[in-house]
């Protein structure tokens, strides 16, 4: 993620208009209303760009609530001084003014909604305040703006921000005496913000959207960005970012791709069969995560807890042949063929992250042990963690290979130290053999969605035991071979491309 910085603001003068002159009143049947801050600090609607800044209009249909009272723009539409009169009765002096009506919750709270509508390089309607003793107001920004320029691939629906702060809900209009209007300050929840589009916006090309935010410091502000077909992608600050009053804050996201289904992340790897591959183990949150354990062919685990290790009631001897899927205390009675796959509804992964996710095949997993680099690592982007980064070689003297972190050149044409380039990261996380986890600091083991494969020795075959993937850093072993079905392994999903993540 890039931000900008602030943007200045640019000085305007209110052009002159006419109407009622200003007066004082202890009731006030129409009220003048002029923005009263340079110009991306206060407004109605942020028309089209101007040199230097946004310009500031009143906007027609526009309503003020006047210690509670609502008044509607009578004159003065596109301007910067407008007049409006009452729509629900007239209101008693001194006045206290929220601007957009429809936000005030009292005269010194507002609601920040939880969705914004869309608008080019726009925003409709965002919170202003005035304060006076005559029909005079001069209004000023409560909040800020973040102004989020996007390019990429496809088109975008939706726009969802989130943070460990509220960046919607009920505002207290808090005074600062460095501040000649309120700040707008939400001091609890966990509102998010979302921008839905009325059709499609496309981002081949930068588009602009704006979004107003109280005022705060935001820690793992997070944009999440989703195209017509509900595939997505998601940026998180690795820094605080800080709105202020009547400031615009920019954040810039170019190269944009569409790499989230049902909320769970995958990966291009450039391979010929365009196949993509999660992020995550089945149950793990990031990369470096073992996440879950599973037998072949089961969909949940067979504890309750890792941390500390709660077996289910019903599997209180661990990981067992006994227990096994479809497994009848002699032999199997489904999937008893070599090279059989996995259905949809004995498969962990379609079951748990949804339609279109399923465990790789054999083929799929040579695919990328045969086209890809994999390197033994002690941390992943910095953070300690125990596994092996995978990626696509760019040499071919480099496919199918595995180094080590000991002293070991890297091969060429890659930085794999800062990991910039499209990889997945699989964690030491060893299994289950009963009760026993094995190999828990030097061996990463995969279940694959299918039987043992028809090349391999007759025996082999014969077995009808599960292929698997087994990378044991003390003997350096790429193992593809096969193994029994009930061991507990760590489950690595896929999912074939699909041109709706360009739409």
């Known amino acids: 993620m890039a931000l900008a910085g602030l943007w200045a603001c640019r000085k305007e003068a209110p052009p002159a208009t006419s109407g009622p002159s200003p007066q004082p009143a202890s ?3 129409f009220f003048t209303a002029s923005i009263g801050e340079s110009t991306p600090e206060a407004k109605t609607s942020f028309s089209p760009k101007e040199a230097g ?3 500031v209009r009143w906007s027609s249909g526009d309503r003020i609530s006047v210690n509670g009272k609502e008044y509607l723009l009578s004159t003065g539409a596109g301007t910067q001084t407008a007049h409006f009169g009452p729509v629900s009765g007239d209101a008693s002096a001194p006045f206290k003014v929220i601007y957009p ?17 869309y608008a080019d390089n726009s925003i409709p309607a965002w919170p202003m305040y005035a304060e006076s003793s005559s029909n005079s107001l ?21 726009i969802r921000i989130s943070a460990d702060q509220p960046v ?3 505002a207290e209009l808090v005074v600062d005496s460095r501040e000649p209007y309120p700040l707008a300050n939400i001091t ?4 998010t913000l979302t921008m839905t589009m009325d059709a499609p916006v496309s981002i081949a090309e930068t588009k602009v959207f704006l979004f107003y935010l109280p005022v705060n410091e935001f820690t793992n502000l997070c944009i999440t960005i989703t195209n017509p077909k509900g595939y997505s992608t998601q940026r998180t600050a690795n820094t605080s970012q800080k709105i202020d009053r009547g400031k615009v804050t920019g954040v810039t996201l170019t190269g944009l791709a569409f790499d989230r289904y049902n909320g769970h992340r995958f990966v291009n790897l450039g391979l010929d069969s365009g196949l993509r591959w999660c992020a995550c183990n089945l149950g793990a949150d990031r990369p470096q995560d073992a996440g879950d354990f599973y037998a072949w062919g089961a969909l949940t685990p067979y504890y309750t807890s890792l941390s500390p290790l709660t077996w289910k009631s019903d599997r209180s001897n661990g990981y067992v042949k006994s227990y096994a899927p479809y497994y009848n205390g002699a032999s199997y009675s489904k999937y008893t063929t070599a090279g059989a796959t996995l259905e949809s509804g004995d498969d962990a992964v379609t079951q748990t992250m949804g339609s279109g996710f399923r465990q790789a095949t054999y083929a799929e997993w040579l695919e990328l042990l045969n086209n890809c680099f994999i390197l033994r690592a002690s941390s992943y982007h910095g953070v300690t963690a125990n596994g092996f980064y ?10 199918g290979k595995i180094k080590w972190i000991d002293g070991e050149a890297a091969p060429s044409g890659l930085d794999y130290n800062s990991a910039r380039d499209a990889h997945i990261f699989l964690p030491v996380g060893g299994y289950f053999d009963g009760k026993t986890r094995n190999n828990t600091s030097d061996g990463a083991f995969f279940y694959l969605g299918s039987l ?3 090349g391999w020795s007759a025996s082999d075959v014969a077995s009808i035991n599960a292929c698997c993937l087994s990378i044991t850093a003390g003997d350096r072993i790429l193992d593809k071979a096969n193994w029994e079905r009930y061991f507990g392994f760590n489950l690595r999903g896929v999912r074939p491309y699909s041109a709706e993540e360009s739409e």
Do not use: M, W
Not at 188 to 191: A, S
Not at 390 to 399: G, H
């Open 168 to 170: 919607s809900g009920a």
């Open 452 to 454: 043992s494969h028809s």
């Open 53 to 55: 800044g946004y310009s």
């Open 101 to 117: 009506a429809s936000i005030r919750n009292n005269d010194s709270q507002i609601v920040l909604p939880a969705t914004q509508p």
């Open 27 to 29: 009731e006030a049947s």
């Open 390 to 399: 995978v990626f696509k070689a760019k040499s071919s003297l480099d496919k």
């Open 138 to 158: 001069t209004f000023g920004a409560v909040c800020g703006v973040l102004k989020l320029s996007l390019q990429g691939t496809g088109s975008v629906k939706s």
């Open 188 to 191: 609890g929840g966990n509102g």
